[in-house]
């Protein structure tokens, strides 16, 4: 505990006076440091909105992807190929434009890409067989004629 002393008699005030006891003069009380007060910050419930779409610029709407893809999965052979190449770029094309594909037309997107393959890979496979039946029947017609 400190004392104060008068600024106009010198004396000696105790700590708390307002006032000087040798002359009454009144003491200017030392600035005591204040700490801050914690407050409470004021929470507000937050506001749920809908999202707004926000088309980019200068694109199109997305193209039905979908209907292409699985097309392209049931026909398979030529008309799959056709539809998966189709459908495959309708989603490039918007793409490099700038789009985006959600939903439906990313699976779609996915699914011509899927449908191609396949049909590709079918398509192949009926022309080895179809060549490996005419291989036979040429074989069998070769055969058959000794018979007769």
Known sequence: MSNQFCTKCGG???EGSAFCPNCGEPVAQAAQPQQPQYQQPAYQQPVYQQPVYQPTANVGAQPNL???GILSLVFSVVVGIILGAI???KGKAYIAQGGQLTGASKVGFILCKVGLILSIIATVFFV????AIGAGLATYKSYSSYYY
């Open 12 to 14: 000696v005030v105790p």
């Open 66 to 68: 979908l209907v292409f």
């Open 87 to 89: 459908g495959r770029s």
């Open 128 to 131: 080895i067989y179809m060549i």
